[in-house]
């Protein structure tokens, strides 16, 4: 059974910090890039950030990019995304998904879409005040 259970998520004011972590089973973890998407209310689901199967390369959205970083310990079995400097703009709905077919090994180009992507989590919720 895939199973990605993310954590993390709460009430934070503008200008905070949350760090979310994601922990999986039931996939190869070490095989797969591990990606974070977010859904606000009434938006389509967007990228936010990937990392490498090693942990090595990155990418992240533009909307986030200075502001959150994405990492993962694989011997853990778990991916995080360090969230700084918070926005309301910010709050939605955190997915934590699993790519095996489009691994990223961070030569070749980043998977950023969410057909790239095999399994997801049930989402956290982080909520940004003004």
């Known amino acids: 059974q895939v199973q990605l259970v993310e954590s993390g998520g709460g009430l934070v004011q503008a200008g905070g910090s949350l760090r979310l972590s994601c922990e999986a089973s039931?996939?190869?973890?070490?095989?797969?890039?591990m990606g974070w998407f977010r859904q606000a209310p009434g938006k389509e689901r967007e990228f936010v950030a990937v990392v490498s199967k090693l942990g090595g390369k990155t990418n992240s959205a533009a909307s986030v990019k200075g502001r959150f970083t994405v990492s993962r310990d694989n011997a853990k079995r778990t991916l995080y995304l360090q969230m700084n400097h918070l926005k309301p703009d910010d709050t939605a709905v955190y997915y934590c998904?699993?790519?095996?077919?489009?691994?990223?090994?961070?030569?070749?180009?980043?998977?950023?879409?969410?057909?790239?992507?095999?399994?997801w989590g049930p989402g956290t919720q982080v909520t940004v005040s003004s």
């Open positions: 039931g996939i190869d973890f070490s095989r797969s890039a």
């Open positions: 998904a699993s790519s095996a077919r489009y691994a990223w090994s961070g030569v070749e180009y980043a998977p950023i879409v969410e057909e790239q992507y095999d399994s």
